[in-house]
């Protein structure tokens, strides 16, 4: 990977790169946290990510991970280890990124989906018909539709509510696995309660977001293979 334009003043660290790929990474989704909105790896986000990661880097003024200040941040209960002001850049330049190849996608097809909106319709009115086919009620609508569908709340004032509770949620998800990656679990009580992810313009002023974890115990062994079995398997004969 070639960064663009580095800074005269940083030095390039490839091992701290690493470290930054392996955290954006995380956007995309993984066995912990659900990818954010227009960030699946299916549709090229890892790519994306790292498009975004290298043109940016000189603005970003320094790497977005120090996993040398975990220890301090241990004793002072501080997420030093992540940079979150250069999270949320990264994250915001993602957004706008994302925007530009919409339109662009769009520009490039407007001739060939004009010269084909004449066996679009005929289809879509075969499969109306038909009565084969399925909505995504999300594609393409806005955010308070994406909030209503998929968090279940219905006015701006409870999505609002809603955002700041999962941003909180997400935020501390990054940084557990983070942490779970690099030195060991933080905590064994921690979990992200929602099937879904916020989007990447709803993670701002991640510089004032404040996490701390609960260490607490983990599970027996036994208790962890109760714990991963299909509910109707307790019915079953031993």
Request: charged residues 30%; positive net charge.
């Amino acid at each position: 990977m070639k960064i663009q334009d580095p800074s005269d003043n940083l030095k390039i660290d490839f091992e701290r790169i690493i470290d930054d790929f392996i955290f954006i990474s995380f956007f995309a989704g993984n066995d912990f946290l659900p990818h954010m909105p227009s960030l699946e790896i299916l549709e090229g986000a890892i790519d994306l990510l790292m498009t975004v990661y290298k043109k940016e880097f000189k603005n970003l003024r320094g790497y977005l991970v120090d996993m040398s200040k975990h220890e301090k941040q241990a004793k002072e209960k501080r997420a030093a280890y992540v940079k979150l002001s250069r999270v949320e850049e990264i994250l915001h330049s993602c957004d706008l990124y994302i925007i530009m190849l919409v339109l662009l996608q769009i520009l490039e097809n407007t001739k060939e989906l004009k010269e084909n909106l004449k066996d679009h319709l005929r289809k879509r009115s075969d499969i109306f018909k038909n009565g084969d086919f399925r909505v995504d009620k999300i594609k393409f609508g806005t955010k308070q539709r994406y909030y209503k569908e998929k968090f279940s709340v219905e006015t701006p004032c409870d999505t609002e509510a809603k955002r700041k509770e999962i941003v909180q949620k997400y935020t501390e998800g990054l940084l557990w696995v983070l942490l779970y990656y690099f030195s060991g679990v933080p905590s064994w009580t921690w979990f992200y309660p929602y099937h879904y992810g916020p989007f990447a313009s709803d993670l701002k002023g991640l510089g004032q977001v404040k996490v701390t974890f609960q260490g607490g115990v983990p599970f027996k062994p036994f208790d962890q293979l109760l714990g991963v079995l299909p509910p109707r398997s307790y019915l079953s004969d031993f």
